[in-house]
């Protein structure tokens, strides 16, 4: 078992969308959302709106059948069952919710290949059949603190646990992050010397670190499409596995996968 975690963004990184926003597009939501948001945080908001679908007789099938409908790029899928084939722990760390990730990880029978997704939980409201979301942090009660990211969630304070719990069990491993958004910004922030950022590029966590690379003890790689998704990140494990090897003195040392690691490193402007 290779001591690596890759742990991957959903909404713009599994999916081509943003799962919240395909809901609102595919069930005509959007009059309803601009109405609310000016006044409306917007993990309430989608709680409220599976409220409205509810209202409106749509059964939490037709939501899952709507959430299978949503696109990802093809090599997704085999990019994740091969990193969970080389025996790397995948994680999900994502501020959409647990009842869509769940449909469509289960739908593309992938759920197995993750051993935890830390998210938003949802759950049905037996009695009325309609689903809730709820925050993953009570902000109202305990409030992050963290400036950078949204009340609801933190990523950062969740790489800091995972990272807590991992050297809790006297354990070292290596971390590959893969995400797109403002909100994997702070995580990135929080990963250690030997850690990978993999943002993607052109797109908001990439553009934020750009501004000040330096400010990452990770090493970054970036990515455009779920293509070069898989080719980079499965370099990246080949060479920890690799250099692993090499340190523990099993391998003969590899010039090519190191040499192709640092081609591919961020060119951040
Ligand atoms: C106008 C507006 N305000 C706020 C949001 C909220 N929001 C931003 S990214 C995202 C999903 C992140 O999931 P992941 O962490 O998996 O990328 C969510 C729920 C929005 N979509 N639109
Ligand atoms: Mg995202």
Excluded at 121 to 146: A, N
Excluded at 149 to 158: F, I, S, T, Y
């Amino acid at each position: 078992m290779a001591d690596i975690m890759v742990v991957f963004d959903f909404d713009k990184t599994i999916m081509d969308w943003e799962c919240d926003d395909w809901i609102v597009h595919e069930f005509g939501l959007i009059d309803l959302v601009n109405e609310l948001l000016p006044t409306t945080p917007w993990n309430s908001l989608m709680d409220k709106m599976m409220g409205e679908l509810h209202s409106r007789g749509k059964t939490i099938a037709e939501i899952a059948d709507v959430l299978k409908r949503a696109t990802m790029h093809p090599r997704i899928v085999p990019a994740i069952k091969s990193i969970h084939a080389l025996g790397c722990e995948l994680r999900i760390l994502s501020d959409a919710n647990l009842f869509y990730i769940e449909t469509i990880l289960n739908h593309l029978g992938i759920r197995e290949c993750f051993s935890q997704i830390t998210t938003n939980p949802s759950f049905v409201d037996e009695e009325k059949g309609r689903l809730r979301i709820l925050p993953f942090h009570d902000f109202r009660s305990s409030p992050h603190g963290c400036s950078l990211c949204p009340p609801n969630l933190c990523k950062g304070a969740v790489i800091e646990r995972v990272q807590a719990s991992v050297s809790a069990e006297g354990k070292k491993k290596r971390f590959i992050y893969v995400g797109d958004g403002v909100g994997d910004y702070c995580p990135s922030l929080k990963l250690s010397e030997g850690d990978f950022m993999m943002p993607r590029k052109d797109y908001p966590v990439w553009d934020l670190i750009c501004q000040n690379p330096a400010l990452l003890k990770a090493e970054i790689h970036e990515w455009t499409d779920g293509e070069e998704l898989e080719r980079v990140v499965l370099r990246l494990i080949d060479a920890i596995i690799t250099e692993e090897e090499i340190k523990s003195g099993r391998s003969i040392s590899s010039d090519r996968e190191m040499q192709n690691i640092v081609d591919h490193r961020c060119a951040c402007p």
